[in-house]
């Protein structure tokens, strides 16, 4: 079963000294960077989205150092696609869903479990795919947060641990 691992806005906004450090963000980061590993090791494709404001201050903005994607999973990811997103839902008003052809499961990880990870595990444009969120994979603001939108997330979708799909 052709798999893509979907890693969304590990971008430095969301770390120490950027406008939104989000819970355990550099721990997310290196489970996420091993996960890459291990999902390309399987022969699973990866690809990245980054968030770009449109607004000219702030987080995202687009000539900010916060908009950049962290270089460690740039390193991990060596030349996956990357989509760029001006909204939490990862498919709106982007090419996402041609980087999916030939994927039959998608498996979602990233910053901001409760908005861009939600939002785009819950998109009628991922109907096309089976979703899996990878819930250790993921961050919010607090660790409240993550958790209460991981527990709702997994009314309507699977919810797994990374160690579920590769060991």
């Not at 120490?16 to 699973?44: H, N, S």
């Not at 900010?64 to 008003?93: C, N, S, Y």
Request: aromatic share 6%; hydrophobic share 50%.
């Amino acid at each position: 079963m052709p798999r893509t691992l979907l890693v969304i806005d590990i971008q430095n906004d969301y770390f120490p000294g950027g406008v939104l450090p989000l819970w355990q963000p550099e721990e997310t980061e290196a489970r996420i960077v091993a996960a890459i590993g291990k999902a390309r090791a399987a022969g699973d494709r990866v690809v990245l989205v980054r968030h770009v404001s449109k607004a000219k201050a702030g987080l995202f903005a687009a000539d900010g150092p916060g908009v950049a994607i962290r270089p460690a999973i740039l390193e991990a990811a060596g030349d996956a696609p990357v989509v760029t997103k001006h909204v939490a839902d990862a498919f709106q008003d982007t090419d996402l869903a041609s980087y999916l052809e030939g994927t039959d499961e998608l498996l979602v990880c990233g910053m901001m479990t409760q908005n861009c990870v939600v939002f785009t595990a819950m998109s009628r444009a991922a109907d096309a795919w089976r979703v899996r969120v990878l819930g250790d994979l993921c961050t919010a603001p607090t660790e409240v947060v993550h958790k209460i939108a991981l527990n709702a997330l997994g009314s309507k979708t699977q919810v797994v641990d990374s160690a579920a799909v590769w060991g």
